[in-house]
Structure formats: C-alpha cells, structure tokens
C-alpha cells in the first residue's frame, strides 16, 4: 500500500554525512526518522546596533506554531541552497538582499537529522518588513544580548539550534 502524502509535503535531496546527495526524502518522512538526513537553510538578520531580526511562526504552521524564530526553510529536491536560502527571505519577509554564507553545521534530534546552510544578512537600521502574514505573525528586532530575557517572556528558547546559528554569526562576522 502507498503511503499517502501530507499536504503542502514536498521532496527534498536525501543527503549523507558530507552532505552529498544519495537520493530524494519527502520532507514528511524526514521529519520522523532521524536516519534520512536533509537539507535546510536558516538566514539570520541583524542590523549594525547588535539587533537580530526574530519573526514569530504563524499559527497555522505545522512545526513551532507561534514561536519566535530567524528566516529558515528546507531546500528542496535539485535545489541549491542558496537558491532556497533567497527564496525564504523574500517569501518570509519581502527582501531580495545580498546574503552571505557561512558554513554549515549539523543538527540532529530524536525525529529527525538537518545540514543547515548558515547565511547571514547585515542591514543599515531597521529596514522595513513586507512579511507573509501565512508564515508569520509578527516581527521584531532585538538586541542579541536581550535574548534570554525575551525567550522568558514570549514562546521563544534561545537554544540548540538556533542558538548555534547565532552565536556562529555574531562571533564570526563580529557583530
């Protein structure tokens, strides 16, 4: 029997340790076996005062409703993640800026394993924001240093992997 197919499921290149490409995962089956690694890109904003960009999740989506998060997404099946790491800033907030790339690092939990492709934007002031109100429901910049404060007082845990990517910026690219 063929297994059926979650809505807005989409195929994506199966990858192994060094990130090559070994066959195709439906990102549904990726998401609950931890042995089809995948890839995502995650693009972290931060304008010259220190302030990264946040944007809290819809609550219509799937994984993290309402959470507070950076620009991120998987990469789809003959995609390159540059190419995907593009199309999630301008479909997330409206931007077709210059991103910058990082490196990689891998995360892996008890559902599923990812390479993330780190880029990164540098913006002068708070730029304004066209965001997609189907993906997000709000945004906000704050201070990096504030973080911890704000993750107490809203659905947001400065933690694994999102805390990786943003401690790898900042010390990095010297923010």
């Given at each position: ?53 946040l ?21 789809g099946?003959?995609?390159?993640p ?31 394993s ?5 880029y ?11 965001f ?25 845990v ?18």
């Amino acid at each position: 029997m063929k297994a059926k197919r979650i809505k807005n499921d989409e195929l994506l290149d199966l990858v192994n340790e060094k990130d090559e490409v070994i066959g195709t995962v439906w990102k549904s089956d990726a998401h609950k076996d931890p042995s089809k690694i995948h890839r995502e890109v995650a693009v972290a904003v931060f304008n010259k005062q220190g302030e990264v960009l946040l944007q809290k999740r819809s609550l219509k989506k799937e994984h993290h409703p309402g959470r507070w998060a950076i620009t991120a997404g998987h990469v789809g099946a003959g995609e390159e993640p540059e190419h995907a790491a593009k199309r999630e800033l301008f479909e997330e907030l409206g931007w077709k800026n210059e991103i910058k790339f990082l490196g990689k690092i891998f995360a892996q939990d008890n559902k599923e394993s990812r390479i993330f492709w780190i880029y990164y934007v540098l913006v002068n002031g708070e730029s304004s924001v066209n965001f997609d109100k189907e993906e997000i429901e709000d945004v906000g910049w704050i201070n990096f240093r504030k973080i911890a404060e704000f993750s107490k007082e809203n659905e947001y845990v400065l933690k694994g992997t999102t805390h990786r990517i943003l401690t790898r910026v900042l010390t990095e690219v010297g923010i």
